[in-house]
């Protein structure tokens, strides 16, 4: 197996998550699948945490999150050190999010998105390196203000 990438969604972003998981399967990484176990409501920052903690610590390189919208996922994820979480609703976004920002978190909206949707957005997102240059100036900026 290839990278380790870790995924989580609350309740609304579930079934999503569960195609995603596959699909990561399928381009060679390695899920670690930090929940929702279902459709039962559960509470988006949670999952955020398991997500972000390890990508905050440096002990996994990207994550994926997906909640509704995807705006609580990105909201909760960002405020921890290191973590540049972006909300992308296409593959566009997700592209500038690691040319220009050097995203390293994807928030996606599992009620906005159909499947297909959703595996273009990851799999651009995954692909795509930072450019560094300008943008590293501007990142290095961001990680001065601190998290949340």
Same mark, same amino acid.
Request: some cysteine; charged content about 30%.
């Given at each position: 197996?290839?990278?380790? #990438? ?7 972003? /579930?079934?999503? $998550?569960?195609?995603?998981?596959? /699909?990561?399967?399928?381009? %060679?990484?390695? @899920?670690?699948?930090?929940?929702? @176990?279902?459709?039962? @409501?559960?509470? /988006?920052?949670?999952? &955020?945490? &398991? ?45 500038? &999010? ?8 994807? &928030? ?6 159909? @499947?297909?949707?959703?595996?273009? #957005?990851? $799999? ?16 290095? $900026? #961001?990680? $001065?203000? %601190?998290?949340?």
């Amino acid at each position: 197996m290839g990278e380790k #990438i870790p995924i989580g969604s609350d309740h609304a972003g /579930y079934e999503l $998550k569960e195609d995603l998981v596959n /699909y990561l399967r399928e381009l %060679g990484f390695e @899920p670690e699948d930090v929940g929702a @176990p279902g459709t039962e @409501p559960s509470d /988006y920052p949670d999952f &955020a945490a &398991a997500v972000a903690g390890p990508v905050s610590r440096g002990e996994r390189r990207r994550g994926v999150l997906i909640c509704g919208t995807g705006i609580g996922m990105s909201i909760s994820a960002n405020r921890l050190p290191r973590v540049r979480a972006a909300l992308a609703m296409n593959e566009n976004m997700a592209e500038i &999010a690691r040319r220009h920002n050097d995203a390293n978190i994807l &928030a996606l909206g599992g009620r906005l998105l159909a @499947p297909q949707q959703a595996r273009g #957005i990851l $799999k651009k997102f995954l692909e795509t390196g930072f450019d560094g240059g300008r943008h590293l100036r501007r990142v290095e $900026k #961001i990680e $001065k203000l %601190g998290p949340g």
